[in-house]
């Protein structure tokens, strides 16, 4: 069973930095593409970004592009979203998630939250000013 796990949220004030980590765990022979998603308080959830196995494609989504990057490291199984200048509205759950294998990834497919087989329960982001 593969479980994802999601780490370093937590409180951080306006103009700040802070990096999260989702590390996944079982199935040690397959990589899957990987996504960020974020909920904040009486919203929607919404896309934030996805790259591919091998990390040569990422797409950002309108919550990430900017001041968002995200990267992996196979070798640790892990993917990461450093989050730089961050502003109160960023205030929300951050969720990562694993691709269905095989989709074609594009900017479309990537941002379609039904495409994610499996899920993290996820770390807390606030921003404060």
């Known amino acids: 069973q593969v479980q994802l796990v999601e780490s370093g949220g937590g409180l951080v004030q306006a103009g700040g930095s802070l990096t999260l980590s989702c590390e996944k765990f079982g199935r040690a022979g397959t990589t899957y593409a990987m996504g960020w998603f974020r909920q904040a308080p009486g919203k929607e959830r919404e896309f934030v970004a996805t790259?591919?196995?091998?990390?040569?494609?990422?797409y950002y989504g309108d919550a990430g592009k900017g001041r968002f990057t995200m990267s992996r490291d196979n070798a640790k199984n892990t993917v990461y979203l450093k989050m730089n200048s961050l502003k109160p509205e960023d205030t929300a759950v951050y969720y990562c998630?694993?691709?269905?294998?095989?989709?074609?990834?594009?900017?479309?497919?990537?941002?379609?939250?039904?495409?994610?087989?499996?899920w993290g329960e996820g770390t807390h982001v606030t921003v404060f000013s």
């Open positions: 790259i591919n196995w091998s990390g040569s494609e990422i």
């Open positions: 998630a694993a691709l269905r294998p095989g989709l074609p990834l594009t900017q479309v497919t990537s941002a379609r939250q039904q495409e994610y087989v499996f």
